[in-house]
């Protein structure tokens, strides 16, 4: 059970994520076959559950990073077809503008930012509730 500020945060963040989702879905979701076993998109109460991507975040205390802790960024496609890495890189470059879009709107009193870290990006920022 967790504190209701960090379940308003978790709904929030998966909001956010969801609108990314979709943007990416209307730019580029008709480019490659969908896995066999994954649903077509909007056939499922969730964008995360269907469609060709699943774009989240996972959590990191940070450790050993410059920008410590925060949330990698994860984007999968539901393919089986080889996607070149310039295509996927186009595509993550997509999801970082939209979240830098975004970011200001679903969390205005937050300074949060995303970084690139060798690979990966990641948001950084203020992930604090206040008093609890």
Do not use: W
């Not at 504190?3 to 990416?24: Q, S, Y």
């Not at 909007?42 to 990191?60: E, H, K, V």
């Amino acid at each position: 059970m967790y504190h209701p500020k960090m379940n308003h945060f978790d709904r929030t963040f998966r909001a956010m994520f969801d609108e990314v989702t979709r943007h990416i879905e209307d730019l580029y979701g008709d480019r490659y076959p969908l896995h066999p076993v994954r649903p077509p998109r909007g056939t499922t109460s969730s964008p995360q559950s269907d469609g060709l991507f699943n774009i989240g975040a996972d959590f990191t205390a940070g450790y050993g990073s410059r920008y410590g802790r925060g949330y990698v960024i994860d984007v999968h496609m539901a393919t089986l077809e080889n996607v070149p890495e310039d295509e996927r890189s186009e595509i993550i470059e997509q999801v970082v503008r939209k979240l830098e879009e975004l970011l200001p709107h679903y969390f205005p009193q937050r300074n949060l930012e995303v970084f690139c870290e060798g690979s990966h990006f990641k948001i950084c920022g203020d992930f604090s509730l206040g008093t609890v």
